[in-house]
């Protein structure tokens, strides 16, 4: 089925630092997308991606569309404590949207 | 509108018991997903809904599990003889047709199967 690897599985990072964070897949990708989930809640989106090559910025968070189409990265540029959390990739092979497995991200004051 | 809402939050059973969960989808949404989220992993999907239609499902969806979504609204998820590999959270999420990748989920609910 659709694989979705996400690198790094999790990340400890200083306040103030800045992240980045990927995704591949094994096959091609007409979108992507980019989800937040904090502890006991649903995922929120973040960052919509529909063409190859596209940047996308949402205040401190860039993502960009690849041109292979099979990868994507987020970028959140002077982390702060209320960017703790899980961090997923996402896309839609058919019908419906697959996740990567996430990237923890914990940023220490 | 408030979102989409998910009842009951949090759900302990015993291996073998009957569970129902029910899903609010934000009102103007025709399309209503159900996901399984377990610990360390992305959600994944189970089914999803376009109006009442019911138009795909998962093979992760056994026959234990059945989903309606009878007039077009609220859905019910509903897990027969539960297991302890039932354990997860669900989640719920809802789109208009217009609007297709913009999810919006809910807060879940969380199964603990004893």
């Known amino acids: 089925g659709q694989q979705l690897n996400q690198s790094p599985q999790s990340m400890f990072i200083q306040e103030g630092e800045d992240v980045s964070m990927n995704c591949t897949s094994s096959?091609?990708?007409?979108?992507w997308l980019w989800y937040k989930q904090d502890p006991g809640e649903g995922p929120v989106l973040l960052i919509a991606?529909?063409?190859?090559?596209e940047l996308t910025s949402n205040g401190r968070l860039t993502a960009q569309f690849g041109i292979t189409r099979k990868d994507s990265f987020l970028n959140i540029s002077a982390s702060i404590p209320s960017d703790v959390g899980i961090y997923f990739c996402?896309?839609?092979?058919?019908?419906?949207?697959?996740f990567g497995a996430g990237t923890r991200l914990t940023v220490k004051p | 509108d408030t979102g989409v809402s998910q009842d009951p939050r949090h759900k302990i059973t015993k291996r073998g018991q009957n569970v129902t969960f029910r899903c609010d989808p934000i009102?103007?949404?025709?399309?209503l997903y159900w996901y399984r989220q377990t610990l360390g992993q992305g959600p994944e999907f189970l089914t999803y809904?376009?109006?009442?239609?019911?138009?795909?499902k998962s093979r992760l969806l056994s026959d234990r599990f059945s989903a309606e979504r009878p007039k077009g609204s609220f859905s019910t998820l509903e897990i027969q003889r539960t297991e302890q590999g039932d354990s997860a959270m669900y989640l719920c999420?809802?789109?208009?047709?217009?609007?297709?990748?913009?999810?919006?989920f809910g807060s879940g609910t969380r199964l603990t199967v004893v």
């Open positions: 999420a809802s789109t208009q047709d217009i609007d297709w990748y913009g999810y919006t």
């Open positions: 991606l529909y063409k190859a090559g």
């Open positions: 096959s091609i990708f007409n979108t």
């Open positions: 009102s103007e949404h025709n399309r």
């Open positions: 809904f376009q109006n009442e239609a019911q138009l795909e």
């Open positions: 996402a896309g839609p092979p058919d019908n419906d949207m697959r």
